[in-house]
C-alpha cells in the first residue's frame, strides 16, 4: 500500500512525499485517514525538529508523519484486533497515548502514523490503551475535532477548588459560579465557549476576552448573548485593549470578588498576571495555552495563594473519557466543533500552512488529506466562487450555515473535489 504523507526531516523541514507502507502486522491496523485539523503544536514540533520532547533524535534518517487530531476509515485489520475493529467503519483517535512513560504520539514520533497522510499504520499499543475508538458519527471533521474538544474539556475537569479545614481537592470548575476565558476568541477559546454553555456543570457568569475587535465579533455571531441565556449563563464579552484597568473592570464584571475558574488561551505574561490578578478566593487559573519557550514566566501573587487559596495549574490535553464525551456531545448535537473551522486545504498545503501556522489569521486549518487544495479561509469562498464553481457551492452551503463549516459542506467536497494521485 502506498500512502502520500507529510512528513518531518528536522527543524523546519516537512516534505510531502509518496511511498510504500509495509504489510502490516497481526497486531496492527492500517487505515486511510480523511481528515486531519492543524494543531499548533505541529508548528511547535516542526521548528524545533530534534529539540522537541516527542521527536526521535534519527528523524533526519527516519522521518516521521505529522498530524494528530486525525479520523478516517478502518481499511485492513490484523488479527489480533479483529474482534474488535472491522474493516470498513470509521475510527476516531485520542493521540496522548502515555505508553509505557513514553511521550511517543502519533504526529511526533512514528514513521507510518501520523494524521497528514492519505494511509497509515495503527500501532498495537495504540489498540492496547483503548486509543482507537469505532466511530459511528456523519462526518469526519467532527471526529478530527474531537480532539481539541477534548483538551478543552480535560481542561474543565483537571481545574479543581477545596474547601477550608479539609484537604479534599474537589474536581472540576464550579458550577453556577464565575468563569473567565482570557484571550478566547480564537479557535481553542471558541470551543472553551460551547463547552461551558452545554456542558452538565456550566457557569453562571462567563466572561470571555480578546483583543480583536474582528474575533470578538465573530464570536458574538456564533455565541449570541441570547442563546446563553438560554443556557442558564449570563455571556459577555469584553476587548482588553481598549480599557485602562483591564483587570479591574474584568474584577468589578464579578461583583468585586473575583473569578472562581480562569483559563489562559495565550502563552502572554501580561495575559496570565491578568488572570491571577481576577482569581476569587480559592479562584483556580488554568494556564491552557503552551509556550514554545522554556523559560518563559510570569510574576504570581503568592500572598493570595497562602491567604486566598488561590492556586495554578496547566493542561496539556485530554485523556480518552474526554475525547469520548467530545463525541458523544457532538452526536447529540449539544456542542458544534465546526466552530473552530475558519480554513479548509488539501494535503499539498500542509506543510506551508504548519509553518506559517502563527502568521495565520483566523481558527482551526481543516485538512482534507485526498484532496489537493491551497488553504482557503471560508471567508473567501465566495469570492473564489466567481471563478470555480465548486467555491462557488461551498459558499453557498456554509452562508446557509451562518459561515460554519458542517456536513453538507464536507460532503460536497468529498464528492465533487478531484483527488490527488499516488504514483
Known sequence: ????????????DLRLEAFELPEIKEDEILVEVVSDSVCMSTYKAAILGKKHKRIPQDVDENPIIVGHEFAGN???????????FKEGNKFAQQPALNYKGSMWSPGYSYMYFGGDATYNIIPTEVMELGCLLNYDGETYYEASLAEPMSCIIGAFHANYHTEMGNYVHKMGIVEGGKMALLAAAGPMGLGAIDYALHCDRRPEL?????IDDERIERAKKIFPEEEAQKCGVRLIFVNTAKIDDAAGHLKALAGGEGFDDVFVFA???RVFEQGDSILARDGCLNFFAG???TSFSASLNLYNIHYASTHVMGTTGGNTDDLIESLKLTEKKLINPAVMVTHIGGLDS????????PNIPGGKKLIYTHIDMELTAISDFEERGKTNTHFARLAEITGRNNGLWCAEAEKYLLENWEKNCVV
Do not use: F, H, S
Open 291 to 293: 509556550p514554545t519557550d
Open 206 to 210: 462567563l466572561v470571555v476576552t480578546d
Open 350 to 357: 500542509v506543510a506551508e500552512t504548519v509553518l506559517d501556522l
Open 1 to 12: 500500500m502506498k500512502t502520500r504523507a507529510v512528513r518531518l526531516y528536522g527543524e523546519n
Open 74 to 84: 478502518i481499511v485492513k485489520v490484523g488479527a489480533k484486533w479483529k474482534d474488535q
Open 267 to 269: 502563552p502572554v505574561q
